[in-house]
């Protein structure tokens, strides 16, 4: 597999520079391209058979809901050795690569071996294990991780400086718990001061132009071009 194909197992996104307080990158195109030629036929059968107007957004929902059907039954399948070997493969790019060396502040996600997620273990102790000091391997980084909070998926990115402050939630997901060791509240990089370089997020499938989607129940960042800031917001799509 090249290493275009590795990292589209991974999206790795590194926001533009005009921007300020961050949390993520402009939001992805939607994952149509491969959906678009059968919109129409898809429009004709739904009409044929209940008589009542489908929007192309309703067929695109479904579509999606079919292709992740699908990625998911091919995950299932893969031979766990040789998704390890891939795991090991994306994240030594990753850690590689001259714009994760360079960033200071990043959004990153816990991965989870129930969802076949990219492992991102590797990535997260090289952050939290470096010494702070500035040299040709990487400088020092601040990182963000989520933290879900109720059922409707609200989501915060929360700051850590160890693994310790993960703790599992009820899906055995671990998350930053909302306070740390001396009782303060975690910093929010919502309303952080400094600017994310980079966002490294997991995806189901993606496109050989590196767009992506989603399992449909997560959370998106939506930048606000009036405050200048990005939204959480939840996409059950």
């Known amino acids: 597999m090249t290493k275009m194909g590795l990292l589209q197992r991974l999206a790795v996104r590194m926001t533009p520079p005009f ?3 961050t949390a993520a990158s402009p939001p992805l195109p939607s994952f149509t391209h491969s959906l678009r030629r059968n919109l129409r036929s898809s429009a004709a059968a739904a009409m044929s058979a209940t008589n009542t107007p ?3 957004l309703d067929l695109i929902f479904k579509e999606k809901k079919s292709l992740r059907a699908k990625v998911k039954k091919q995950l299932r399948s893969m031979d766990p050795n040789l998704r390890s070997q891939q795991d090991v493969a994306i ?3 990753v850690l590689d690569s001259p714009w994760f060396k ?3 502040r990043l959004c990153a996600y816990i991965s989870c071996p129930a969802l076949r997620e990219v492992d991102t273990s590797k990535i997260l102790s090289a952050i939290l294990n470096n ?6 391997a990487q400088v020092r980084k601040k990182l963000y991780v989520p933290r879900v909070e109720d059922k409707n998926s609200y989501m915060r990115m929360l700051n850590i400086s160890r693994m310790d402050d993960l703790i599992a939630n009820s899906m055995d997901i671990l998350e930053p718990s909302p306070f740390d ?3 303060n509240e975690r910093e929010n990089v919502m309303f952080a001061n400094e600017p994310v370089d980079l966002f490294i997020l997991p995806g189901l499938a993606f496109d050989k132009s590196g767009r ?4 449909g129940g997560g959370c998106s960042f939506v930048f606000d071009a009036n405050t200048r800031r990005w939204c959480c917001t939840h996409d059950s799509k």
């Open 19 to 21: 921007i300020t307080p």
């Open 54 to 56: 489908v929007t192309p």
């Open 91 to 93: 994240q030594n790019i």
């Open 102 to 104: 360079s960033c200071k």
């Open 131 to 136: 010494s702070g000091q500035d040299d040709d």
């Open 181 to 183: 060791a001396d009782g």
């Open 212 to 215: 992506r989607l989603g399992r």
